[in-house]
């Protein structure tokens, strides 16, 4: 069942965003075969899966079926996603030559380019977003979902910001908390979120996605630190054991892990007990949860 | 007449910009203080400039006074020109060590943060264009179009790459009419064609401020290659000479300097005689087509 909800959704993440990226042949062709590799460097697509299973459970229809055009939508929340792995991976940030187990955009394309694909995927994700299938209104109300959880108040940036700062410091809990919450958390959160407003969600249903969104958000990112410590390169498809090399802010670091497992499993147990008054529509969403904390890579 | 307009439009834009801005205080500092300090480095604000006075022209108010809330429109379109200044001079692209007369972003802040500094204005000025103060769809078709004028296929990502590559080649005129159209031109235009939209113009209206945008797009960058090779670093407040020594695509490479400022002035007629049909409304943006050409910086 769980498995074929990540096929399927993978698949139709996969189609849309080969539908709205520009083709690898289109003048001029660098960049766009940048943004591809990186792009089609074979990712779950956590984010896509999430923000249509999300539109999925709100939805008016009564055969629950995914709301029309929701995957383009997913799209740019991949695109978002993948332009930050870009910068994040570039020698002047975690200088990374690995990905999901390939070369980095760098590595392949050169700094340069490699800036401005992120950049372009930023670009593109909001000209998808312009166009989306929901109502204007519903519309811009994604667009600032999503660009306030990218942001740097308590978004994407500014927790890449503060991780980079924490870098070879003990950290405190509040900082590492921040770090997770606003680079991983914010964008996992505007992803379900904004499935919910696209289907049309009620003002009530919109805030229990949010809470589900930053509990498997948070628990996601300490998974994430777990696996860098116990897990190799060659199971994760990315350097492993770099959190600890630069002396970064985790929870393994801070608590250890099996302390840091068992706040994870806290945290996806508070996510589906937000998601009961869904009743089974929220099913699929709950098993998502578990997934993330039981992933091995 | 005209110094009024640039005075009171610059003073507008940068109020908007003080405003929507995180401010330098907010945490994570680091980077509001970076972002602050490329946006609030002296530049002369056309991009907002010509946003407004397009806005202006084209309301359906007798007045002719500024709509209500187009400057965060503007800042918006700042942000945005920014974000590219802060990314085109850093080491792996241009590698600039003054801009506007100061040291550029990643010369203060260290390349990670000025990387992050870019990406967040880019962010930002989604997130202030999903809130102006006009209809959802207005909203919508705004982002649309400042998005693909950004981009990758005729737009400023897409003319950054193209200039990359035509470094150390001798350059056709095909690949430099690229580039210009699409590094600097299709911004310029998409700020009065969404000036326009802004102000609820007609379909009509808005394809003669597209074409008055590409002329003056391309007569703009026309005379900042001249100025690169005539005026001096202190002149211009940014490193001058730097075409020349990248061997890059440039006016007056290939037609010299009194051809290229030729071809500059006819681009200017025609874009004023796109504006006829607005009678003496059309006068500012007229004056702010020749100030363009005329400009020593």
Redesign the interface.
């Known amino acids: 069942m769980l498995r074929q909800v990540l096929d399927e959704g993978r698949a139709a993440a996969d189609a849309a965003l080969e539908l709205l990226l520009?083709p690898a042949a289109?003048?001029?062709t660098?960049?766009?075969q940048a943004?591809r590799h990186s792009v089609f460097a074979g990712g779950k697509r956590l984010r896509p899966i999430l923000c249509m299973e999300a539109g999925r459970m709100t939805t008016a229809q009564p055969c629950a079926s995914l709301p029309a055009g929701i995957e383009r939508l997913g799209a740019a929340l991949e695109m978002l996603h993948t332009?930050s792995l870009i910068?994040d991976d570039?020698p002047?940030?975690d200088n990374d030559d690995l990905r999901r187990g390939r070369p980095t955009c760098h590595k392949v394309f050169?700094?340069?380019?490699a800036?401005?694909a992120?950049?372009?995927l930023?670009?593109?994700a909001?000209?998808v977003?312009?166009?989306i299938q929901c109502?204007?209104?519903a519309?811009?109300?994604i667009?600032?979902e999503i660009?306030?959880a990218?942001?740097?108040?308590d978004?994407m940036?500014?927790g890449?910001?503060?991780d980079?700062?924490a870098e070879h410091k003990r950290p405190d809990l509040a900082t590492l908390e921040y770090i997770h919450r606003s680079k991983t958390a914010a964008l996992l959160t505007a992803s379900v979120v904004s499935g919910g407003i696209y289907s049309g969600a009620s003002g009530e249903a919109i805030e229990n996605l949010r809470v589900y969104g930053q509990s498997i958000g948070l628990a996601f990112q300490i998974v994430d630190d777990v696996l860098d410590v116990t897990q190799s390169s060659e199971q994760l498809g990315k350097t492993a054991g770099k959190d600890t090399a630069a002396e970064k802010a985790t929870y393994p670091a801070l608590f250890g892990v099996e302390e840091s497992l068992r706040r994870a499993d806290a945290l996806i147990v508070k996510a589906c007990a937000q998601l009961d008054s869904f009743g089974e529509r929220a099913d699929t969403l709950k098993e998502l949860a578990r997934f993330l904390v039981a992933r091995k890579s």
Do not use: C, K, N
């Open positions: 520009p289109q003048h001029p660098s960049i766009h943004m332009y910068h570039l002047a940030l050169g700094e340069a380019v800036i401005l992120g950049d372009a930023q670009t593109q909001y000209e977003l312009a166009q109502p204007s209104d519309r811009v109300s667009i600032r660009a306030h990218t942001g740097t108040i978004g940036i500014g890449q910001v503060v980079l700062e």
